[in-house]
């Protein structure tokens, strides 16, 4: 050979080593002295193949020649490869080392009569890379670099590329003492450091460079398997032990790296790739690219949520909305590590009772609080969150706190976020039994508890009627599924599942996450079980996603544990093969033009012809055995909107004045929803002349009971098992609640504190902010608190919601209110407070005035009122008797009378009897 050498006999680990070090970060395949005979590898020199390569035993392509492979992507690992003889590949060789002469006598045509002195000639030195502070580890080939002050603060997946670019990886330890040479000084540094050691989704943790873990050294507590997002190994902050972090925190780190012959320098930058748009000219070049979104991230001057929202507006932009962990990573490389607060995002559950939402209107689709615990769950006027700039997480924090702002928009300069295509109507129809909603069938299953299902079961039964469990994308779909549900008065489970242990949901389906309809401070790890105690989920757990029925929160969402038996909602396309028309699922059987929702069936009275005093259309609704509607629940609202024609009229409903300032429904019941426009209910006439009116998107407002208004008629399917009461008229058993009387249950307080704060308190203790309900209360409490205490005015649990209307935080109705008249109205005081001397409610700014304040509990909230129509034991008629004296003539006793020329004009107060299922035919009206 020409250079004397051979190709080279890996016949050592040493020898392995040094080859390493020569082709380390080159993209190649180099030849070396072994072909195959016989199915075996030998060396050329006939020396024993074993123990160099164990693996080559495995190769089992056709090529006779062994090579091996290195990579400028994985600089620290090569492989073995069976190659063909006859490819053009590169080769390693080697020699040994020889001597040559180097006289420094003149040449001379005799020989010489002494041999000359010799120098050896040999490879360059293996050395540690070039720069910084590496370190070699004694007796080894590998040096260690902890970076910090001396690198950038990168996360871990960033850090492991650092450290590659150098030939090496993230530090890995075979025992103690390799640990404390890789820690050096740094032991104990007070921000972590990264390390190579990396949990899997097994659970089961990995050296990055392949070897066996053999060695650990976790701090108290780790590893936390518990974690849904921490899966990357530091050394802790104090004492340098292990624990683990999220993956995208930015921290310094340990790199470890073989020594090499001639190091070079290499290139370790990790640039942010700059927006290129011409608009917003002061901030244009602080715009960084993400996928299809650009970033701006805003230090000074900080602000407010509300004015970081119009900030980000002023720049085309929105708050950022985050729905992954990349994106996660992104920002948190993008923002300020050493910046003096969080940055605000775009999410925000604003005004009492709301869930939390985006700004942008994107789905709430990934979640990432702070230790994995969810949002605080408490009740708050309004609460938005904020971006840790050094972990990544989301924490709830006061909207009016001044903080960092992270803005987002299109990469097209776009400001508002793509919408969705309009859905193509597709031809078909379903089969018996289910109902159509536009290309889909649906089907409702677990009406007996014998057939719930958990939530991989209830998948695998709609597998099996050739579905899948459901999805949602629009409102239009929600809310037929919400009234589909009512069928089976439970919870029922749709198909949305999380990934990753809880940080981001997927549907079954496999359809895009493109709406959401969560309830308030979901999706939690948090679940009420049937007790109403609250408890978590096993990070091995996953969580799945039910609809909710109850009369509060009726369709909203709620992840809860998979395991968990419910109902389940099937879908499935429409089959282009039926021609006969799909079935109605909300029509009443028994009589045609009614719609029926779960145990109801409604008429709508709607035009100039039906137009009647509240009195006349509760007549008319009598004449077919039944009441003006009575909302049983929050889905009844948005039911009848649907099919109301005539959106710019108003209906009467079964509501009205009952009591001085209170409300109930004309069968005699308290309420159970409240459903108020804005700065209603608000009196508008004398006593017991005040009626609850509809609009045609089903909010209410009050009205006089003598103006002429269309109506809704309600049929109630099953009046008999319409209350719960429940009879144990008991206040909690917990240390310092009171029974004052009546239906109500306080605690006071003798520190005075903002609403939110009391709010939060109540919420501790299992109650609420006070809660009125008719006079009588408000009066029974002001003479509890005036007799023992020596309070001006304490705070109550009414609040502004978010769209202005006011709501009690323990979610009870509105059916009383007793507002300070002199009390000018603002949009901005979103709280109330109690005057104890005028007995009299006036609005206040939820956190600039300390008040002292009441928890109560009710001790029978679901009681049915005194009946408001009728009362049975004295045979008196109380609207009647109102009535007579305004000249009224005749005298009804508990008879219909038909007029055939001005129409049906009953009084709604006869008693009413039992008739079950029986309803007056249109035809004999």
Known sequence: MMNRGNLQFLMMREKEKNAQAVIIGKDNIYLIGADRENGTFKWFNGKPFNPSCPVCTLLTSNGSCLGIKSSSRHPTMFQWENVECSAINSFLCEREVISVDVSTSSMTTSPPTTPPPTTPISLPPLLCPIG??????????????????????????QARQFCQAYGGDLATYRDSQEEDIGLGGA???????????????????????????????????????????????SHASGNAKWELDYCGVRRWFICKAPKVRNPTLPDTSFPKTQCNFSSSPFYRHRWYLYKNHCYLIHDEPKYSWDLALNFCRDNEAHLVSIHSFNETDFILFASNIVSSSDYWTGLASKGLG?????SDGTPLDFWYWFNDSGPNQTESMNTCVSFDPLRGFWKTAHCNKLQGVICKRGINATYDFPTQEPVVVLPGNCERGWYPQGNKCYKVFGKKWTQRLSWTSAQKACENESATLASIHNDDQQNFLTDLMLEIDDDAWIGLENLHRGSLFQWVDNSALDYANWDVNEPSLANDDEDGELFYTSSYERTCVEISYGKENMGKWNDVSCYQSNAYICQKFKDPNITTPSEDPFSCVNITGWSRLGTSCFNIFEGNYSKLSWTEAQGRCRAYGVDLVSFKNSATAVFLSKRITAKGEFFWTGIRETEESKFGTVDGKRLKISNWL????????????????????????????????????????????????????????????????GDMCVKTSFIRKTWNDAMYDCFQHGGSLVTFHSAKDLHNFVNYVNTNYRYTSVHIGLGRRKDGSYMWADYSPVDFTAWDPDDPPSTAKDCVELDMKTEKWKKVHCDDIRRNYFCSASKNRNAEADALAFNSTKGENIVGKKLAAGGIVGIVICLLVVSAIIGVTVYYLCPRERHGNLLVPESQL
């Open 132 to 157: 910084y502070n590496w370190k070699a580890f004694k007796d080894t080939n590998y040096c260690f670099w902890e970076t910090t002050y001396e690198s950038e603060r990168l996360n871990w997946y």
């Open 187 to 233: 032991k104990g540094h007070y921000k972590g450091l990264w390390f190579g050691l990396r949990r899997g989704d097994d659970d089961i943790f990995r050296w990055v460079d392949g070897t066996e873990l053999n060695y650990t050294n976790w701090d108290y507590d780790e590893p936390n398997l518990r974690s849904k997002s921490k899966y990357c190994a």
């Open 354 to 358: 709301s869930s939390f939402t985006w």
């Open 678 to 741: 804005p700065e209603q209910p608000k009196l508008v006439s004398s006593f017991m002349d005040n009626c609850v009116a509809m609009n045609a998107q089903g909010r209410w407002v009050v009205r006089s009971c003598r103006e002429k208004l269309s109506f809704v008629c309600e049929w109630n399917l099953d009046s008999e098992n319409d209350i719960a009461v429940d009879e144990s008229h008991l206040c909690p058993k917990s240390y310092g609640w009171q029974d004052i009387g």
